[in-house]
């Protein structure tokens, strides 16, 4: 019991500090945001309801396809992915609790904080390991339906989406292109550091829950 709340409480914190990284790169959209964001944005602006929203949308889509393409990869933490990081991004957007833009230098170091926030939040839920996000799922569920590399995959699906949210008028600026460059890296150095920490306390935890029964 003490674990598995330990692994729910990882996995929500890093929710939270997830959203509010993707919130701070849209603060700072002018500058080009990730291309799963460039969607979202671009569907708020043509056809209103809240980027939350769309993104809820966009990952409860992604959800039903890999449902059908291979169910492995669909826990009740994707489904709390899909639905919570849309409405904690809109919670802080309304709460705008947020840097402004002020078009000079200093915006470029709010968006790489912004990416490294992503980065850590990103491997914080993961290393719960309570369930792929539904971006992950889909496309690891590609990955193993093609026999193609997760690389490949994520290289094609992801220019497909910057693409279609080009078309419908999102912001593409050259930090939609360097996002993976530093996200990526934050998100595999945390996601190892917490696998390791959640194992260490695991450990004690039964360390400590033995020496109690023996007692």
């Known amino acids: 019991m003490f674990m598995f709340v330990t692994r729910w409480l990882f996995y929500f914190i890093g929710l939270l500090t997830f959203s509010y990284g993707i919130t701070i790169a849209l603060s700072m959209q002018h500058l080009g945001i990730h ?4 969607l979202a944005v671009a569907l708020f602006e043509k056809l209103g309801l ?26 009740l933490g994707t489904f709390l992915n899909g639905v919570l990081v849309g409405a904690f991004v809109d919670l802080f957007l309304w709460i705008d609790f947020l840097p402004n833009a002020s078009l000079t230098w200093t915006d470029s170091l ?7 926030v992503m980065g850590i939040g990103g491997g914080l839920y993961n290393s719960a390991q309570v ?30 989406i ?9 912001p593409v600026f050259w930090f939609t292109l360097i996002f993976t460059f530093v996200q990526s890296p934050v998100f595999a150095y945390s996601f190892t550091r917490f696998k390791t920490v959640l194992s260490f306390i695991e450990r004690r935890h039964h360390t400590t829950k033995n020496k109690s029964e023996a007692v």
């Open 35 to 38: 291309p799963w964001d460039v």
């Open 50 to 75: 809240s980027i939350g929203t769309w993104a809820i949308i966009i990952s409860l889509i992604l959800i039903i396809v890999s449902w059908f393409l291979d169910k492995s990869y669909i826990k």
């Open 110 to 116: 709010i968006m790489i904080g912004g990416m490294v």
């Open 162 to 170: 910057l693409l279609l949210g080009l078309i419908l008028g999102g």
């Open 131 to 160: 369930g792929s996000g539904p971006r992950d799922g889909f496309m690891l569920s590609i990955a193993d339906k093609t026999n193609a590399p997760i690389g490949r995959v994520r290289i094609i699906v992801e220019s497909f």
